[in-house]
């Protein structure tokens, strides 16, 4: 049976005000609100000249390792300075005493649903240390939650992989179990071989047919020349748009021309960047690296977790916090930095029917904005979240 409903009102980003027909779930028509004759589905709704926009992409969560709604656990600083395997250590020490991790992640899940995030990508512990423990309990909670959002999940080896015995093979189950991409950590300096760690990466990606999404916090040349091999495989592989690099400080801390060099290679090759724009590092440039063509996507990243007690899960206040530190004051800046957390993000996820345009899925988000800067400006609470054409969050909250 088909099911239909006419959003009467939508303004969408161009300023249009239009009506929306959804159709089993879908846009099978975006007509001009003044031409409207006679509503005829079965159900309508007045948007009253909301702005409309697509569901948020949350490019970069750890759905396993937060502690929202659990108790409060205050940070733990580290002894000398930012130290991947101390925090690591911390992490391992709070996780011993967290809430069940279903219902972490559950809270963790209907936060970003409730803000408008509904498609997502989240890295999943997978390694020496914890095994596929991680990775069964996300699955499941996937499942649980795939009516809601769409969730690609990572074999990230937080714990590095040759410097944890018995990790390659742990990666290599859990692409087979369901993880829809293969992650890795600070090749240089964590596992202090980069030639070794990307081989396990890709050779995993091309074995299993999957894209690649690799934390790299190294900064400076050391960071600059694990981009390099990153893209120089990405391209040899003909894995153009597969890949990203999550954090890349490194583009935040060269000088401008080789961050234009870097640019051109990261655009050729086809890899996508990811920031969440941390208010403790350099952070890529996301104008100049748009400039040069390379798709530049964000995340919550850690939400209230071992690594900072930050995280709302609210990504158009991401693109607030991006335009912010990156000094965007025009409309067409806060326009980009909207851009870097709804389309751009959707082709760095490789999102099919992404979008307000008749055959996409119709997962959108209305407030009250007269436009696309003014909400990422304004970061309106006011919001109801609509997944295939059905209200299942308003305010903040879901519905129930």
Known sequence: ?????????????DGAL????VTDGRFSAITPAAERTQATAAATIDLGGQLVVPGFVEGHIHLDTSFYGDAWRP??????GFDVRERVAFQAQNLAAAAPMAERAKSQLELCIGNGSLAMRSHVMVDGSVGLKHLETILAVRSAYHDLIDIQLVAFPQSGILSSPGTPELLDEALRLGCDLIGGLDPASFDR?????????????????????????????LGLFQIEEIAHRT???????HVAVSHAYALGDIPADALNKAGAMLATSGVSIMTNAPGNHAFPPVAALRQAGVTVFSGSDNIRDSWWPYGDGDMLSRANLIGYRSGFYEDREL????DVVTYAGAKALRLEGYGIAVGAAADFVAMPAEHV?????????????????????KDGKMAR
């Open 235 to 241: 391209k040899a592989l003909g894995m153009a748009g």
């Open 1 to 13: 049976m088909t099911e239909q409903t006419i959003f009467l009102n939508a303004k969408l980003a």
């Open 18 to 21: 239009v009506d929306l027909i």
């Open 335 to 338: 326009a980009a930095a909207f």
């Open 75 to 80: 940070h733990i600083p580290c002894t000398d």
């Open 373 to 393: 800067p003014e909400a990422v400006v304004a970061v309106p609470g006011a919001r109801t979240v609509y997944r295939r054409g059905r209200a299942v969050a």
């Open 193 to 221: 071989d980069v030639s070794g760690h990307l081989d396990v990466v890709f050779g995993l990606a091309q074995k299993h047919g999957v894209g690649v999404d690799i934390h790299l916090h190294d900064g400076g040349s």
